[in-house]
């Protein structure tokens, strides 16, 4: 019987490690061309019944169709399903990021109560036009709704810090938060006049109607300033998922590292919340797809759970023009349905793993 020597052993794990790299770059570049596709599907779909070559003609020389369509298609169209993607990258990354720092495959934004606090800052805007702190007019909701979950967010690490506190606690806590949140929401439609009730009902149900340029700059600006923060912590995120202990033992500050990435993931929830109203499960979704195909190795992990999450938004904004013919419905409502079956599966899986 022959052995290989650690020379050959060698030459075989790096050729393994490439090939796996080569296939996750693969994975990452096909997510990405059937977002571009999926973005370019939602463009396409309205109530005009445009063909796709006229879209597409839009799109790229606009000055050579009809002012109609040009305004439709730049003005209408193409902001919601910018917005759409946006808003998936957002929910799919602060959530992926939520669960590496709490290790909990049921962390995110909307389930430890992020989006709740967001809602009901922004609710505050609607319903009584109150503003937090001073600031235009314009930015009283996105204000409030930042103000509102760095809150939450604040809570939840300041409870991380108390001694014999697990992630698990912190996960129930964040449950708490949201229930607590969603009792605030309920007594502002209580006491709203039904003008702003009817505001607040539909904003809150979530909608991609009202998506402008100035948003789609906005929330991409969130991403600009986030995304960069993910990415250089990634090898001590991936770290983090060995342990306390372990990334303490590699010279990590956990504790900064955790507050940190709150952060990031209330401003990333907040511009969603603010902008499209509460839209749940895609931050728990997108990451669970990312861990399937490629493991928790950030450097992959966050970009694919990022384009799973901008899949997902961007086909349930063409469902929610296409399931009913004339009817709008909420973005929020169709992403609960296609998220919950989802989230009663990971509850059940990790039951399995608890008791047996």
Request: hydrophobic share 55%; aromatic share 6%; with cysteine.
């Amino acid at each position: 019987m022959t052995h290989a020597s650690p020379a050959t052993a060698n030459a075989d794990s790096v050729t393994r490690y490439r090939a796996r790299r080569r296939h996750q770059r693969r994975l990452i570049a096909g997510l990405a061309v059937l977002t571009l596709g999926m973005c370019l599907a939602d463009i396409a779909t309205g109530p005009g019944q445009y063909p796709l070559q006229d879209i597409l003609a839009a799109l790229v020389a606009p000055g050579d169709v009809s002012q109609t369509l040009r305004v439709i298609v730049w003005n209408i169209r193409l902001p919601v399903a910018l917005m759409a993607v946006l808003v998936g990258v957002s929910l799919a990354s602060a959530g992926a990021e939520m669960q590496t720092i709490l290790n909990n495959p049921l962390a995110d934004p909307f389930t430890l109560g992020i989006s709740s606090a967001a809602s009901v800052g922004a609710a505050l805007a609607i319903t009584l036009g109150v503003s937090v702190i001073p600031l235009a007019q314009p930015l009283w909701v996105t204000g409030n709704a930042f103000l509102m979950a760095l809150g939450a967010s604040l809570f939840i690490w300041g409870i991380s810090r108390l001694r014999g506190v697990s992630v698990q606690t912190l996960v129930l806590m964040g449950i708490a938060v949201m229930f607590f949140f969603n009792a605030m929401l309920g007594l502002m439609q209580y006491v709203a006049s039904a003008e702003a009730l009817q505001q607040l009902v539909f904003w809150s149900l979530g909608s991609l109607g009202k998506a402008s340029w100035d948003k789609v700059g906005l929330i991409a600006a969130a991403l600009l300033v986030t995304l960069p923060i993910f990415l250089h912590a990634g090898w001590r995120l991936t770290a983090l998922r060995l342990g306390d202990m372990h990334a303490k033992a590699m010279g990590i500050d956990v504790a900064r590292l955790r507050l940190r990435m709150l952060l990031c993931c209330s401003l990333l929830a907040a511009m969603a919340v603010a902008f499209v109203g509460t839209v749940g499960f895609v931050g728990l979704v997108g990451p669970h797809i990312a861990r399937l195909l490629v493991g928790e190795d950030q450097r992959v992990f966050l970009p694919v759970s990022a384009l799973s999450g901008a899949l997902i938004m961007s086909l349930t904004s063409i469902l929610s023009k296409t399931l009913v013919p004339g009817i709008l419905l909420p973005i929020g409502i169709l992403t609960a349905l296609i998220g919950l079956p989802f989230f009663v599966s990971l509850i059940l899986r990790s039951r399995r793993e608890v008791w047996g």
